[in-house]
């Protein structure tokens, strides 16, 4: 009779934690690199804002294609070989993206990017279900969460603390476009090398260990998508419209607040030092949304968890976005009010949104809900990273000129009314006979 083989240690488990989220630490890191280099590639490379909005909306047209056939890959070549490919891809993307300052070449690396990236998360997320589930599923996936967001805060700031890449003749010469994209290239190679780690650690268990089957891939289906309730289809719209207010705001936020930095402390942009210090500040404030979902997405949600009011929390934390970005665009209140209220939001409405779903969908049919929400929250990330862009251009927006960002302010503030009315109407049909219960399941109940 064969043996029966021992389960993997925590300690190995925890070892596998760390090499998925190190591969997807550097993914973040190369996706965010370009926030700070805006203004630079404007000033030295030619790009206009609309042409820069292209670079994420080129990742984003990539990663609508990805999400049909990543999980048939997964399924197909297995976790570790889909990973490492997924990872390659992302480091690829990275390198062509730095190789040479030309739009055409920027654009093919993006794209490059976004074949790989949604795809790895895809595999990181399966491997920890492999791992993880019927353990610590949901706090792997917390930590697992940290580590990625690290890579985006660390993003944000490279200003600040690598200053050797874009200052590499000092502070009163050209700041340099590519040597912080080469950065880029350097941080993500942790993408490869945790994906590496996992092929050996995986093909090591797989001898010695009894694994769980790999996690079912989210699978792409528009017709078992059409039966879904009006409830699912509210938390769609409600995703589509927050998360595209956020994250392609996000693409353009370190220029626009180093405009403003400037223009209410009285500085002007063809001073060096001042426009060096204003625009670390900006990548700090960009940073504190990735920071502030970190620490506070995990207390929301087991605020939610204890007393329910899921669709209630939606209504508030869209309620808070709503005003975000007509303050940065016409008021003089302190970036730290609107940063702190936009970060609140990104906060509390994620933590109930995403697992909500599970109590709106059959357990059977998530997979389909799940990757049709990403699916269209990409096409949003790529309406309005090219909208945005290019009202932008319209505007003349530039470090001189604040008001010149207004009409992509109200473009995001648009999306914040949709927000807050699609929490309404999931509002109202949650408090109806037709509930799913949403405002009224808790650790405690367990029922509606």
């Known amino acids: 009779m064969t043996a029966r083989r021992p389960q993997p240690s925590p300690l190995y488990r925890w070892l596998v934690l760390l090499f998925v989220s190190l591969a997807q630490f550097g993914n973040y890191y190369i996706y965010d690199s370009i926030n700070p280099l805006e203004r630079i590639f404007r000033d030295q490379l030619s790009f206009s804002a609309s042409m820069f909005g292209w670079l994420n909306a080129s990742y984003s047209l990539a990663a609508i294609l990805t999400l049909f056939i990543g999980g048939i890959l997964i399924d197909r070549f297995g976790l570790r070989k889909s990973l490492m490919l997924f990872s390659a891809l992302c480091l690829a993307g990275a390198a062509l993206t730095a190789f040479k300052g030309n739009f055409p070449t920027m654009v093919a690396g993006r794209t490059l990017l976004g074949l790989g990236a949604e795809s790895q998360i895809v595999a990181v997320t399966t491997a920890l279900a492999r ?23 660390a993003a944000d700031n490279s200003r600040s603390w690598a200053h050797f890449a874009f200052f590499p003749n000092g502070i009163n010469a050209p700041q340099s476009w590519q040597d912080p994209l ?18 050996g650690l995986e093909s090591f268990a797989e001898e010695r260990y009894a694994l769980g089957k790999a996690g079912e891939p989210d699978k792409l289906s528009f017709a078992e998508g059409l039966k879904f309730n009006p409830s699912y289809w509210f938390v769609v719209g409600l995703c589509v419209s927050f998360y595209s207010g956020i994250f392609p705001f996000r693409t353009f936020a370190i220029d626009l607040f180093t405009s403003r930095i400037l223009h209410f402390t009285g ?19 960009n940073s504190l949304l990735p920071l502030s979902a970190m620490i506070a997405t995990p207390l929301f949600g087991l605020l939610a968890d204890k007393i329910g ?49 599970a109590y709106l969908v059959n ?62 109407l999931l509002r109202a049909r949650e408090t109806s006979p037709s509930a799913h219960g949403l405002e009224t399941i808790t650790t405690a109940t367990g029922t509606t």
Do not use: C
């Open 267 to 285: 500085q002007v942009s063809t001073s060096p030092a001042a426009l060096a210090s204003a625009q670390q500040q900006a990548g700090f404030y």
């Open 131 to 153: 791992w993880f589930k019927g353990k610590e599923l949901s706090f792997a996936f917390g930590i697992n969460l940290v580590i990625a967001r690290l890579a985006s805060i």
């Open 363 to 424: 357990e059977h049919r998530l997979g389909t809900a799940y990757a049709l929400m990403s699916l269209l929250q990409q096409v949003g990330f790529f309406a309005f990273n090219w909208a945005v862009g290019a009202a932008n251009d319209i505007g003349h927006a530039s470090l001189d000129n604040l008001r010149g960002y207004a009409l992509g302010m109200w473009l995001f503030s648009i999306l914040g009314f949709l927000a807050l009315f699609f929490a309404i």
């Open 182 to 199: 080469w950065l880029a290239v350097a941080v993500g190679s942790t993408t490869v090398i945790g994906a590496a780690v996992y092929w």
């Open 309 to 357: 009011k899921r669709a209630t929390f939606m209504v508030a934390g869209s309620f808070l976005m709503m005003p975000v970005y007509l303050i940065i665009a016409y008021t003089a209140l302190p970036l730290a009010v609107p940063v702190t209220m936009l970060g609140v939001a990104f906060s509390l409405i994620p933590a109930v949104l995403w697992p909500s779903v």
